[in-house]
């Protein structure tokens, strides 16, 4: 069989361009959606442990691009990008994107050292060396009275746990009160100034005042604090020196800055 010139020419032309066509997903009144779109969405979707790559990811993923230019392109028709307060939105954006691109830059080209860590860890354990958690209860009322009260009852015999069922704090009533072990930094200063000067086992005397209401306090036990190992807290560790390194960065930036 002898293909005819023209055949010919016409076959060699779809098979130069059946690459291109092969490197689009879809089409939308003309405009080319690319693989290339969908590779990207789907390296990010896996990269946050969202998904693993499969086809049913990919095609779902195509189904939202091609949804997503639909829409641009009727508020394209409408001006919709036009309007002040949409191009103040999408500069915002903008400046958004690439200043986290910067920082993102920033910590890949400065990481945080193990050494550094692990001289944080060490900074960050002596200061707690000789400091104390403490493991109290309270009852919280909306009155004074309310809370003389309760200290009457508890003196005459009653259970802290079934009197702190009525506490006006939603999130230790249920637990009779308990607000388990904590640093006394962790409270309010009237209510950590009252809890410290207790004695194990021991019931404020008398309501302690604080912006929540009246508490009734008792101390159930003290121990020194507890620091977890390097193991457990290394990323912690090193991200609060990241932002420490971030937030030096920037105000490096700002102190060279010309503002007037």
Known sequence: MIVKPARLLLAVTAMVALPSFAQNVATVNGKAIPASKVDQVVKQVVAQGKATDSPQLREAIKKDLIGREVLIQEADKQGIGTRPEVKNAIDNARQ???????????????????????????????????????????????????????????????????????????????NGGDLGWADPEGFVPEFSKAMTSLQKGAITDTPVKTQYGYH????????????????????QVAEGLQQRKLAAFREQLMNKAKIQ
């Open 96 to 174: 958004s994107i690439i200043i986290n691109a910067m920082l993102a830059d920033y910590v890949k080209k400065n990481p945080v050292k193990d050494a550094d860590i692990k001289a944080e860890y060490d900074k960050i354990k002596a200061a707690q060396s000789g400091r104390k958690e403490y493991h109290a209860r309270h009852i919280l009322v909306a009155t004074e009275d309310e809370a003389k009260g309760i200290i009457t009852k508890l003196k005459g015999g009653a259970k802290f746990e079934d009197l702190a069922k009525a506490s006006k704090d939603p999130g230790s009533a249920a």
């Open 216 to 235: 009734v306090i008792k101390l159930e036990d003290t121990r020194a604090v507890q620091i977890p190992p390097l193991e457990e807290v290394k990323q």
